[in-house]
Nanobody
Framework: QLQLVESGGGLVQPGGSLRLSCAAS????????VGWFRQAPGKEREGVSC????????NYADSVKGRFTISRDNAKNTVYLQMNSLKPEDTAIYYC????????????????WGQGTQVTVSS
């Protein structure tokens, strides 16, 4: 059974850090582009950061550039999102998603989705 499981979310104060993990089971994540997306209450799901299957290409939403870093460990079948200098506007449910081939960092390009992990940035 193909599955993506996110972990690492939680409550953090503004300026703090979290590292999200996206672990795959039932398939080899290394053959897939992987993206992190987020959805805040009342808003559409948006792309945060995406990484190619090899890890050689990454992209970031303007709102997180310089603060978030995406990486992958294909040996562990896992992709990470390091989030630093968190702001209240980063509060959302964060989802990881995967798809074979070269993909844009948009929701419609991804086929497999995790259940999400809540990130709340608040003092």
């Amino acid at each position: 059974q193909l599955q993506l499981v996110e972990s690492g979310g939680g409550l953090v104060q503004p300026g703090g850090s979290l590292r999200l993990s996206c672990a795959a089971s039932g398939f080899t994540l290394g053959y897939n582009a992987v993206g992190w997306f987020r959805q805040a209450p009342g808003k559409e799901r948006e792309g945060v950061s995406c990484i190619s299957s090899s890890g050689g290409s990454t992209n970031y939403a303007d709102s997180v550039k310089g603060r978030f870093t995406i990486s992958r460990d294909n040996a562990k079948n896992t992709v990470y999102l390091q989030m630093n200098s968190l702001k209240p506007e980063d509060t959302a449910i964060y989802y990881c998603a995967a798809a074979r081939g070269v993909r844009r960092c948009v929701v419609s390009d991804y086929d497999y989705w995790g259940q999400g992990t809540q990130v709340t940035v608040s003092s």
